[in-house]
């Protein structure tokens, strides 16, 4: 086979191709269903969580469907396999599921499912290029002109080079199909398929079946360009009757069919039964907090390294402007009173219990205060090199040392629920941390990367005469934790608890677990020792 290079793309080391069109796909994707719900009339919040709810699914369903067999078994220990690998099957699945469980609890009908078919092909357009420029998903060896060739270091030149396709010192991959473009090509080919029949008036759920058909039976096709070694799904060879193809296309042809029978099935029936208009939801507050408030469960509850920093920061900004639009409606209904502190601090509180500032808050001694703080450390931890991406296995984890800096501003709610019950406090409030955290490989000589870190932590705090309890999530990057000996993963949502016991005006004892200003060297953002922290506050109250 030829050397020459006939498409020579850039190299992706030190590059962030793969993470940034993953994330850009996400936006142009929710920017699309954002516009799609405004002209179906939907209500923004209840199609906000809907939104969430199926990203987070899909996701999941991304890395769900492509782990290996072995893998499972890591699951059940709560540790989650060092893997990058993703399939958008998965993907599809794990959105089919969400729809399932919530459209009927939300109060959509089947139409909703064609609402995300077209911004779903713009998406897979975006994440076809970063596949293409990173080398994940890439074809087989090609003599053909319209072949792609990769430098070294990407994804194609190692898996050829494992495989002894490659002499030494090659300064390029060996041509291969350019399956990423093929796929780009079948998801632009069908938004406009979906695009040019959009007055047509044919029954819920057509335009998604006809997307779905459209793209699986071009993933069927694609397949046999394809090099099995990019394929984290059915990668095996299986021959029936004499056909020889993947495990994974014998899966897709059948179900290709299925979908593109349903939706002629569904369309022809149209000649002679007249479609069902589409009825839009009525917006829900409670029931939209009460989805939101099982998402976090779920997020907590995930092992960890299920969802990377640009996963989450993208369900949680649609989370957060559910809960904080969810939450105004709350507290202007009939449902709870008026007289509340902060709508931000009633959001906190919904964030955690979905419960709201008691009605008599505001007139037994409520005051605020304001807590300025900061925090500064550093430590050692175990990690994968900054430009590990892709759709395939990562590099492995090497020694990489943390310094970092933190500031803090706290706002805070205070109050005497018990009028009768002088000693008794209730309080609310939200933290705002931001910091800047200087990595360094130990190992090598390699350039300091500084990130920024930001962490955002509704809390509350219930003291009574003899006791207190409290807790919070923190949100965002905001620190680590050990998994195994000196092995450390961020953790993008931490809870955090303190109890105390006893007589404050005499003597008590009182236990933290990663409490920012109320736990001993933990700051915010890497409470790793309490030897490597230090933290200053400063408060200033005032009364109402």
């Known amino acids: 086979m030829p050397l020459s290079p006939l498409f020579l793309l850039p190299s992706p080391e030190g590059h962030q191709y793969y993470t940034i069109c993953y994330v850009l796909a996400f936006g142009v994707q929710l920017a699309l269903l954002l516009r799609a719900g405004y002209q179906r009339g939907y209500p923004l919040q209840t199609w906000l969580v809907l939104l969430a709810a199926s990203t987070l699914a899909f996701i999941i369903g991304t890395k769900l469907i492509a782990l290996p067999t072995e893998a499972w078994s890591m699951l059940q220990h709560g540790t989650w396999p060092a893997t990058t690998a993703r399939s958008v099957l998965g993907g599809g699945l794990g959105f089919v599921a969400a ?13 909703v499912a064609d609402a995300f078919a077209l911004p779903f092909c713009a998406g897979l357009v975006v994440q076809c290029v970063g596949c293409l420029l990173t080398g994940c998903c890439f074809g087989e ?17 190692l898996f050829q080079q494992q495989q002894g396709l490659l002499p030494a010192g090659a300064v390029h991959s060996l041509a291969v199909y350019p399956t990423q473009l093929y796929t780009l090509l079948l998801c632009a080919g069908s938004g406009l398929v979906l695009w040019l029949t959009r007055h047509r008036q044919w029954p819920a759920g057509s335009w998604a079946l006809l997307q779905a058909g459209l793209l699986v039976l071009g993933r069927f096709v694609i397949e046999f360009w394809r090099d099995p070694a990019g394929e984290p799904v059915g990668a095996t060879v299986l021959t029936l009757g004499g056909v020889s193809m993947l495990e994974l296309q014998w899966l897709l042809l059948p179900y290709s069919m299925l979908l593109l029978s349903t939706w002629g099935f569904l369309t022809y029936r149209t000649r002679f039964v007249s479609p069902v208009p589409e009825v839009v939801p009525a917006n829900q507050p409670v029931r939209n907090l009460l989805v939101v408030v099982g998402l976090l469960i779920s997020t907590i509850m995930l092992p960890v390294g299920a969802l990377t920093f640009p996963e989450l920061m993208v369900v949680k900004t649609v989370l957060l402007a559910v809960v904080v639009l969810a939450s105004v409606s709350i507290l202007h209904g009939a449902l709870t009173t008026q007289r509340v502190g902060l709508p931000l601090a009633a959001a906190s509180v919904v964030l955690l219990f979905t419960n709201q500032v008691p009605a008599d808050s505001a007139g037994n001694g409520q005051h605020w205060s304001v807590a300025v703080g900061g925090g500064s450390g550093e430590f050692n931890r175990e990690q994968q ?15 990489f040392q943390h310094k970092y800096k933190s500031v803090s501003v706290d706002a805070t709610s205070t109050w005497h629920p018990h009028s009768k ?25 390699e350039p300091i990367k500084t990130k920024t870190l930001i962490g955002i932590n509704p809390h509350f705090m219930v003291n009574r005469r003899s006791f207190g309890l409290g807790g919070g999530l923190i949100l965002g990057q905001s620190g680590y934790y050990a998994v195994k000996g000196d092995t450390y993963k961020s953790k993008a949502i931490t809870p955090h608890f303190t109890f105390w016991l006893g007589r404050r005006d005499y003597i008590y004892v009182q236990g933290d677990l990663n409490t920012p200003n109320q736990g001993l060297g933990n700051p915010p953002l890497a409470w790793v020792s309490a030897l490597d922290s230090a ?6 109250c005032w009364r109402e």
């Not at 090199?385 to 020694?399: A, F, I, L, T």
């Not at 931001?434 to 190992?443: K, P, S």
């Open 99 to 111: 729809m399932v469980v919530l459209r009927r609890w939300l109060g959509f009908s089947w139409h």
């Open 535 to 540: 933290r200053v506050d400063a408060t200033v």
């Open 141 to 157: 060896p090609t003599n053909g002109s319209w072949g792609l060739t990769y430098a070294p270091g990407s994804v194609p030149y």
């Open 421 to 445: 019950l002088p000693e008794a406090e209730s309080e609310v409030g939200v933290r705002l941390t931001v910091g800047r955290d200087e990595q360094q490989a130990l190992d090598v000589s």
């Open 385 to 399: 090199p900054y430009d590990s991406e892709g759709c395939g296995n990562g590099p492995p984890v090497r020694p």
